[in-house]
């Protein structure tokens, strides 16, 4: 069973800079793909980043590509996302998952975390 706790949302004037973190429980992290999405009120769920298992690779939306770092440490079965020059359109709440695909590009996730709200002021 794989759980996913996500943290380090909050409120941020735009220009500023959040890092979120999502815990993995379970077995065998560093073997999953794992991503971030985002969710803004009254839209549908969005792609955000994704990492590879062995944290080599890394996939990003246009929208956040050069502002957006995916990472992730093997040993603390945590994932990363640090969010620089942030805008009021990055307002969202972030959700973490994990993928059964091998590959960054993959848009097949299965678990999912509960979410963390990043709110941007202007």
């Known amino acids: 069973q794989v759980q996913l706790v996500e943290s380090g949302g909050g409120l941020v004037q735009a220009g500023g800079s959040l890092r979120l973190s999502c815990a993995f429980s379970?077995?065998?992290?560093?073997?999953?793909?794992m991503g971030w999405f985002r969710q803004a009120p009254g839209k549908e769920r969005d792609f955000v980043a994704a990492?590879?298992?062995?944290?080599?690779?890394?996939y990003y939306a246009d929208s956040v590509k050069g502002r957006f770092t995916i990472s992730r440490d093997n040993a603390k079965n945590t994932v990363y996302l640090q969010m620089n020059s942030l805008k009021p359109e990055d307002t969202a709440v972030y959700y973490c998952?994990?993928?059964?695909?091998?590959?960054?590009?993959?848009?097949?996730?299965?678990?999912w975390g509960q979410g963390t709200q990043v709110t941007v002021s202007s």
């Open positions: 998952a994990k993928s059964p695909s091998s590959t960054v590009t993959s848009r097949v996730y299965d678990s």
């Open positions: 990492i590879s298992g062995g944290g080599g690779s890394t």
């Open positions: 379970g077995r065998t992290f560093s073997r999953y793909v």
